[in-house]
């Protein structure tokens, strides 16, 4: 189990650059296996969860060569599905959550799919349903064995269908996206998710050949083709990290230019982070967060009640930065609900800054209240472990601003999402030091 050591209560400086994105990554990554051609994918973040993603390719076969930093080719012209019904794919298979991306893709050009239950955060139930309801409107059969956990599903031929999904999810969407897309005839996904990355996804694969409009919409039309070919790809920066080093800038009143961030495609974050008080401001494609040598005030709603955060699929709030808000929300002036309606154990982590002397009401599962400190009290040190890779994040910015050394463990939550993160900290000022 690894630990960072991080001295608490210095301001940091500079510029700091986005990684590419995670969740984006894992959807990319796993439409390779549409394809025989080559698919070169570039700025690929080098964290744990990707890393596993593309070891789980090569597993499968995929033909892989790095050209630089963050820069893969990748071409699925000999595929291995022997490796799909090996003890070793049962293991690698469900080391994250985004291997379940996989099944759509195999299920379309090679007429199965399966997978084990997946990893990934252990924030709530993560069901798998839409997944699989969507691949058997296209014609897919489905098993699943109870005892092991192990999902599949079969189809000599897709067919297109019209599905209204039960719930937006993104790893489903892209999945039956990624299915449909080889599917005989017409398609009609109502209720997709449609946040940036599915954006990118699809726009990927519309430059691979096939017909997808719609995007960006939450009612998408594929029109099936009979193969796609290769393409080459970007991946946007992550937009969960902006949102982190935007919170880390305002908890630690530090000045930091946040590089390169694709504003257009951050929706309502910078929004969100203003309701705070924080000053987020555009210079170009970079984000400029002032020193808030004051601290920052919440607003409340127009009538004066007291301001409610909350998650909702695309467009609205990602639940993916919600911890960061709340512990942002420790050192503001003013009072705010956070609701995190979407999963149901990602807010247990507030008993970690309880710990540190934070004003934290967990009124249930879904919500806590937060009263602010205005930075009148320092939260104190502690000795933490990272329950999940945005409660790590969050225990990290609070262990920052914090007065005195910290300690948290587990710290391989965190390399799940962000890239050396503790180098990357070090170059703006963080007292960070990895212990193993
Ligand atoms: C690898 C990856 O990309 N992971 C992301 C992906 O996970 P993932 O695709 O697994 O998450 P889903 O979008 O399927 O759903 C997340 C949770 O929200 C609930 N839900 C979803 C849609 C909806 O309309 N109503 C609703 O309540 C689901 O029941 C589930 O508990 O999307 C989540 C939601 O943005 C993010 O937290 C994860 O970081
Ligand atoms: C919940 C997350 O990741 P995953 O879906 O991979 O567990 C996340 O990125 O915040």
């Not at 076969?61 to 049962?90: H, M, P, W």
């Not at 990118?200 to 960006?216: D, E, H, P, Y």
């Not at 193969?227 to 880390?248: A, F, K, N, Q, V």
């Not at 974050?269 to 555009?282: A, C, D, H, M, Q």
Request: net charge neutral; hydrophobic share 40%; proline share 3%.
């Amino acid at each position: 189990m690894g630990t960072f050591k991080i001295e608490g209560g210095h301001k940091l400086k500079g510029s700091i650059t986005p990684q590419g994105a995670k969740n984006e990554a894992l959807q990319i990554l796993c439409a390779v296996l549409l394809t025989p051609e080559k698919v070169v994918i570039s700025n690929i973040p080098d964290i744990v969860d990707v890393n596993k993603l593309i070891n789980l390719l090569e597993n499968f076969g995929v033909k892989i060569q790095k050209n630089g930093q963050g820069s893969y080719t990748f071409q699925a012209d000999d595929v291995n599905l022997e490796y799909l019904e090996s003890e070793r794919f049962k293991v690698d298979g469900s080391g994250l959550r985004g291997s379940i991306m996989i099944v759509g893709p195999l299920l379309a050009r090679f007429g199965k799919g399966y997978i084990p239950k997946p990893g990934g955060d252990k924030i709530g139930r993560r069901r798998l349903d839409t997944h699989f309801e969507g691949f058997m409107k296209l014609g897919a059969k489905f098993r699943f064995n109870k005892e092991d956990h192990f999902y599949g599903v079969e189809a000599k031929t897709l067919k297109g269908a019209y599905m209204l999904l039960d719930e937006a999810s993104v790893t489903g969407t892209a999945n039956i996206v990624m299915a449909a897309v080889l599917a005989e005839g017409k398609t009609t996904i109502y209720n997709a998710a449609c946040e940036p990355y599915l954006q990118q996804l699809c726009k990927m694969l519309n430059r691979m050949g096939a017909k997808i409009t719609g995007v960006g919409s939450n009612m998408l039309h594929i029109e099936g083709v009979k193969e796609l070919g290769g393409t080459s790809h970007r991946m946007l920066p992550d937009m969960i990290e902006i949102g982190s080093w935007i919170g880390l800038a305002a908890m630690t009143k530090s000045e930091l230019t946040i590089k390169g961030v694709s504003w257009d495609d951050l929706g309502v974050i910078p929004s969100v982070f203003r309701k705070l008080g924080i000053t987020v401001e555009r210079q170009g494609d970079d984000i400029h967060i002032p020193e808030h040598k004051d601290g920052y005030n919440v607003q409340s709603f127009i009538d004066g009640s007291i301001l409610t955060i909350s998650d909702a699929p695309w467009p609205g709030f990602t639940p993916d930065l919600l911890s960061i808000i709340l512990v942002v929300a420790t050192q503001a002036n003013g009072s705010l609900l956070i609701h995190q309606k979407m999963f149901e154990s990602r807010l247990f982590f507030v008993d970690k800054l309880i710990d540190m002397g934070a004003k934290i009401i967990l009124c249930d599962p879904h919500r806590a209240t937060v009263i602010g400190h205005d930075f009148k009290s320092d939260l104190q040190a502690t000795t933490m472990t990272s329950p999940d890779i945005r409660a790590g994040v969050s225990l990290l910015i609070a262990a920052l601003s914090a007065k005195g050394t910290s300690t948290i463990h587990n710290i391989e939550q965190i390399d799940r999402g962000y890239e050396r993160i503790d180098e990357r900290l070090q170059a703006i000022g963080a007292k960070i030091i990895r212990v193993d």
